[in-house]
Nanobody, 120 residues
Framework: QVQLVESGGGLVQAGGSLRLSCAAS??????MAWFRQAPGKEREFVAT????????AYADSVKGRFTISRDNAKNTVYLQMNSLKPDDTAIYYC???????????????WGQGTQVTVSS
């Protein structure tokens, strides 16, 4: 059974940092990604990474502040979030699939989400 389990969310002040983790079990994936959904908004792409760790993409809103990485030995993807802003407040979801991209439809498996709240 395939499972994606996120951890690392929490409450942080603006300017602070958090590191999210997503541990996958059941199989390995060519592409893993992070999406987020803020209250009252649609879910949006944050970052994606392929298995080789070379092909990486970010949403413009997080470029220069967030870093995605993966540890294939642990089948885990990370999202290091620095210089956090109140606008980053959202539920963050891990996603996995065979093809990377910025669209939700490219990912077959999803985690349950982890809440990130940034106070001003």
């Amino acid at each position: 059974q395939v499972q994606l389990v996120e951890s690392g969310g929490g409450l942080v002040q603006a300017g602070g940092s958090l590191r999210l983790s997503c541990a996958a079990s059941g199989r390995t994936f060519s592409a893993m990604a992070w999406f987020r959904q803020a209250p009252g908004k649609e879910r949006e792409f944050v970052a994606t990474i392929r298995w080789n760790g070379v092909s990486i993409a970010y949403a413009d809103s997080v470029k220069g502040r967030f870093t995605i990485s993966r540890d294939n030995a642990k089948n885990t993807v990370y999202l290091q979030m620095n210089s956090l802003k109140p606008d980053d407040t959202a539920i963050y979801y891990c996603a996995a699939g065979a093809m990377s991209g910025q669209s939700e439809v490219q990912y077959n498996y999803w985690g349950q989400g982890t809440q990130v709240t940034v106070s001003s």
